[in-house]
C-alpha cells in the first residue's frame, strides 16, 4: 500500500517552520513531468514516481490547512490529515482525464482535514449529516458581517447551500456558541451577575453523593483499566494526546519522540481508541 511503503522526506524532529520551509524548496511539476509520472505510478506501480508527485504537492497541503486555522487545532495536525487525503488523491488519480493533479487532489486534502476537523473540534458534535456539514464549513464565509443573520441573509444563504432556512439558523447558533465560566473574573471591581448567581446548588443529600462517588469511581476504574489494556506506547500516546492536564502533545511531538513519522502514530492512537471504546463499559 502506497501509504505504509512512501515516507514523506520530513524528518519527525523537524519544527514545523523548518517543515514548511523544505517542502515550499520543492519544485512545482510541469504537466508533461506530471502525467508521465502518473502513468508510472498508475501503470507499474512506480513508487518514486508516487513519491515525487506527493513532493512536489506538499506546499498545496500546507495552504489548505492555513484556512482552517480558526478553528483551535495544531497546524502541524491540520497538515498531517491533509497529506494523508493528498497520497489519497495521488494513488486514484487517472492522468488520462486531461485534469491537473492539483485541481484533483484538493477534494482528498480538504476531505481529510473536514473529517479531522469534526472529529475534534467539540465535543458535542456540531455537524452529523451531509447538509450539516456543507452548512458548517461554509457558513462563516457566506456571512457578509459577524452580526446576527437577518432573515433575508438566511434565506439567501439557504438558497445558496440547497437546505431550509431552519438549518442555516441552527448552525449559526451552534457556531456562534462559546464556553461560559460558572464565575468569570471581573477586572473593573464590579459586582457580575454570572451563572453562579442565578444556579441552584442544594447541598447533596447521603444518597445522592453516594450516587456521585460510585459513578466517579466507576468512571475512573473503566478508564484505568481502558489504559492497562494497552502496551506502554500506545498509552503513552493517549495520556500525551488526552490526558495531559497541560498542553496536549502534537502528533508531530510523538513522532518525534518515538522516531517514527506523525501518520504512524495517527494510525496508533486511533487504534488505541477503539481498544479503550470496547473496554469501557456504556
Same mark, same amino acid.
Given at each position: 500500500?502506497?501509504?505504509?511503503?512512501?515516507?514523506?522526506?520530513?524528518?519527525?524532529?523537524y519544527?514545523l517552520?523548518s517543515y514548511?520551509?523544505?517542502?515550499?524548496?520543492y519544485?512545482?511539476?510541469?504537466q508533461e513531468?506530471?502525467?508521465?509520472?502518473?502513468?508510472?505510478?498508475?501503470?507499474?506501480?512506480? #513508487? @518514486?514516481?508516487?513519491?515525487? /508527485?506527493?513532493?512536489s504537492? =506538499?506546499?498545496?497541503?500546507v495552504?489548505?490547512?492555513?484556512h482552517?486555522l %480558526?478553528?483551535?487545532?495544531?497546524?502541524?495536525?491540520?497538515?498531517?490529515?491533509?497529506?494523508?487525503?493528498?497520497?489519497?488523491?495521488v494513488?486514484?488519480?487517472?492522468?488520462?482525464?486531461?485534469?491537473r493533479?492539483v485541481?484533483?487532489?484538493?477534494?482528498?486534502?480538504?476531505?481529510?482535514?473536514?473529517?479531522?476537523?469534526?472529529?475534534?473540534?467539540?465535543?458535542?458534535?456540531?455537524?452529523?449529516?451531509?447538509?450539516?456539514?456543507?452548512?458548517?464549513f461554509?457558513?462563516?464565509?457566506?456571512?457578509?458581517?459577524?452580526a446576527?443573520?437577518?432573515?433575508?441573509?438566511a434565506?439567501?444563504v439557504?438558497?445558496?447551500l440547497?437546505v431550509?432556512?431552519?438549518?442555516? #439558523? @441552527?448552525?449559526?447558533?451552534? /457556531?456562534?456558541?462559546?464556553? =461560559?465560566s460558572?464565575?468569570?473574573?471581573?477586572?473593573?471591581?464590579e459586582? %457580575?451577575?454570572?451563572?453562579?448567581?442565578?444556579?441552584?446548588?442544594?447541598?447533596?443529600?447521603?444518597?445522592?453523593?453516594l450516587?456521585?462517588?460510585q459513578?466517579?469511581?466507576?468512571?475512573?476504574?473503566?478508564?484505568?483499566?481502558?489504559?492497562d489494556?494497552?502496551?506502554a506506547?500506545?498509552r503513552?500516546?493517549?495520556e500525551?494526546?488526552?490526558l495531559?492536564?497541560g498542553?496536549?502533545a502534537t502528533?508531530?511531538?510523538l513522532?518525534a519522540?518515538y522516531?517514527?513519522?506523525a501518520?504512524?502514530?495517527?494510525q496508533?492512537e486511533?487504534?488505541?481508541m477503539?481498544?479503550?471504546?470496547?473496554?469501557?463499559?456504556?
Amino acid at each position: 500500500m502506497m501509504n505504509a511503503a512512501m515516507t514523506l522526506p520530513i524528518p519527525a524532529a523537524y519544527s514545523l517552520d523548518s517543515y514548511i520551509q523544505t517542502v515550499n524548496r520543492y519544485p512545482l511539476l510541469s504537466q508533461e513531468d506530471e502525467q508521465r509520472l502518473a502513468r508510472d505510478w498508475r501503470d507499474k506501480q512506480d #513508487l @518514486e514516481a508516487a513519491r515525487m /508527485l506527493v513532493l512536489s504537492h =506538499l506546499r498545496v497541503v500546507v495552504s489548505v490547512a492555513r484556512h482552517y486555522l %480558526g478553528y483551535g487545532l495544531p497546524h502541524a495536525d491540520l497538515i498531517q490529515e491533509g497529506n494523508v487525503g493528498l497520497m489519497k488523491a495521488v494513488k486514484r488519480f487517472d492522468p488520462d482525464r486531461g485534469v491537473r493533479l492539483v485541481s484533483f487532489a484538493l477534494h482528498w486534502i480538504r476531505a481529510e482535514i473536514h473529517e479531522y476537523v469534526l472529529r475534534n473540534w467539540r465535543l458535542v458534535k456540531v455537524a452529523t449529516t451531509k447538509s450539516q456539514r456543507k452548512l458548517f464549513f461554509n457558513l462563516r464565509s457566506l456571512k457578509q458581517s459577524l452580526a446576527a443573520l437577518t432573515l433575508k441573509e438566511a434565506d439567501a444563504v439557504a438558497k445558496e447551500l440547497n437546505v431550509s432556512r431552519a438549518d442555516v #439558523l @441552527e448552525m449559526e447558533t451552534r /457556531l456562534s456558541g462559546h464556553d =461560559l465560566s460558572i464565575d468569570p473574573t471581573i477586572d473593573d471591581g464590579e459586582e %457580575g451577575y454570572s451563572p453562579i448567581a442565578y444556579l441552584a446548588s442544594p447541598d447533596e443529600n447521603p444518597a445522592q453523593k453516594l450516587e456521585r462517588e460510585q459513578t466517579e469511581r466507576l468512571r475512573h476504574t473503566g478508564l484505568a483499566a481502558a489504559l492497562d489494556n494497552l502496551d506502554a506506547r500506545s498509552r503513552r500516546i493517549i495520556e500525551a494526546r488526552w490526558l495531559n492536564e497541560g498542553e496536549s502533545a502534537t502528533l508531530h511531538d510523538l513522532a518525534a519522540e518515538y522516531g517514527v513519522s506523525a501518520e504512524r502514530i495517527r494510525q496508533i492512537e486511533a487504534r488505541a481508541m477503539q481498544k479503550m471504546r470496547a473496554a469501557i463499559p456504556a
